[in-house]
Every structure is written in structure tokens, then in C-alpha cells.
């Protein structure tokens, strides 16, 4: 039967291209996890979170706190001066009434309807309707969104999986080892897409969410560096 190339013995345009193609990922997943810290860690931070708290936030929701309240504190809150964060505070502590709205209305306009009209994609933040519809309690990410947000994961870091650990299977260490960091990024991914739907109904799985991303991160990155050695640094060790 004949031997499958190891990564030591590939020639030198392939190492170029799997070199190119694993350093590309490895940048890529470095820019997805600060994309992960400034969305939604880094303004949990400041209001004395952790990373589970902001976990439990995100897909279980806050039971006593509303989403446009939960927003006003993120990303959103960056276009609002105080004074407008606390007229729209009053108006969702009165009920959120339809007479109440023509007060805050002009904020909603100026600051929010650009990005969120009805042709954007994101919650629509144009009528009264539309903005009444997240003074709701915060049940966390919606169905919709988590089914939108799964599908586009799993099949993306399925195609990037496939391909990094095909490289990664023509390295030298022990075969069961090699199983192991092979199946683990899978295993990983499915538990942390999992537990999102799981923690919007049981807190407790907000555990297993942050311990998939962790596992991924490191299967992800053994892959990358036992093959980037492989390809580059294991020959010459071994003629010294």
C-alpha cells in the first residue's frame, strides 16, 4: 500500500501554499476572537462583567432588563449623549406608552434609523411599533437569530476544519493522537453552537459555551503549529 506523504517530504510549492493557507486562518480566527471581545466582552467588562455573565446575557437574556435597555449599554449606546439614554430609561420605566414615543422619537430618528430601517436587515427602529417591540423583557438572542447564526457557523468552520485537518493528518505523531486533534474541533464546535440554544433555556450550559470556544481555540491551534513545524523545523532538528 502505498505511503501517504508526510508533511516533512511535500514539495516546496505546497509547503508555500499550506503555509500561506494556515497562516491565513490563524490571523483570521486571531481578528474573529478580538471581533468576539470588543462586541460582546468588552462592554460587559465595563460595567464589572465576566465573560460568563456576558455568556448568560447574550443567549439567556437579562429576565428583569429589556433588549433596547441591553443595547443602550453596548454598541448602540455609543451614538447617545446621557441625557438622551436617560429620556429613553423613563419612557420603557413608564410602560413604553404610544403618547410617551413622540417624546423620544426624534432619537430614534437621528441616531438609530439609519442603520436600523426596515431595508437593513437589523431590527427596524422607525416607528413606534417597530422600537415597542424591544421594551420587551430581554429573552436573549431570538430563535431566528440563533438559527441564522448557527447554520452560517457550522458550515463555514466545517470547510475551514476539513482543510486544516487534512494538512494537519499527514503529520508524524501518533495516529491516535492525531484523531484526537482532528475530531476534537468538531466535537468542540458542536457543543459551543449547541449550548446556545441550550443556555437560552438553562443557564447552567453557559458553562459548556465558553469550554467548546476554548477547546476549538486549541485544537484549532495545534493543528496550525504541529504542522507549521512539521513542514519547516523538523527536518533541519533532526540533521543537527
Known amino acids: 500500500m502505498k505511503r501517504f506523504p508526510n508533511l516533512r517530504d511535500l514539495s516546496l510549492p505546497v509547503k508555500v501554499l499550506f503555509t500561506s493557507f494556515l497562516l491565513t486562518m490563524g490571523i483570521a480566527y486571531i481578528f ?3 471581533y468576539l471581545y470588543l462586541l460582546d466582552i468588552e462592554p460587559h467588562r465595563e460595567m464589572g462583567m465576566g465573560l460568563l455573565q456576558a455568556t448568560l446575557l ?18 448602540m449606546g455609543e451614538r447617545l449623549t446621557p441625557d438622551e439614554k436617560r429620556e429613553i430609561s423613563r419612557w420603557i420605566e413608564d410602560g413604553a406608552p404610544t403618547e410617551g414615543f413622540l417624546k423620544v422619537e426624534p432619537i430614534f430618528k437621528q441616531n438609530c434609523a439609519v442603520c436600523h430601517s426596515p431595508e437593513s436587515g437589523l431590527i427596524p ?3 413606534y411599533e417597530e422600537v415597542r417591540i424591544i421594551t420587551d423583557i430581554d429573552l436573549g438572542e431570538s430563535i431566528r437569530v440563533l438559527s441564522r447564526v448557527s ?14 485537518g487534512m494538512i494537519f493528518s499527514m ?55 504541529i504542522s507549521l513545524y512539521e513542514m519547516w523545523l523538523k527536518r533541519g532538528e533532526e540533521e543537527v
Do not use: C
Not at 58 to 69: H, I, P, S, V
Not at 184 to 213: E, R
Open 58 to 75: 447574550k443567549y439567556y437574556g437579562n429576565r428583569g432588563d429589556t433588549r433596547l435597555e441591553k443595547a443602550m449599554r453596548g454598541n
Open 171 to 225: 503529520s508524524e505523531i501518533n495516529v491516535y493522537s492525531r484523531l484526537i486533534v482532528i475530531a476534537l474541533p468538531f466535537v468542540a464546535i458542536w457543543m459551543d453552537i449547541g449550548s446556545w440554544w441550550f443556555t437560552k433555556f438553562q443557564t447552567a450550559f453557559a458553562y459548556t459555551v465558553i469550554i467548546g470556544g476554548a477547546l476549538m481555540g486549541l485544537a484549532f491551534g495545534a493543528q496550525i503549529f
Open 125 to 127: 427602529l422607525t416607528t
Open 151 to 164: 447554520h452560517i457557523h457550522l458550515f463555514g468552520m466545517s470547510f475551514i476544519f476539513i482543510l486544516t
Open 32 to 34: 474573529a476572537l478580538l
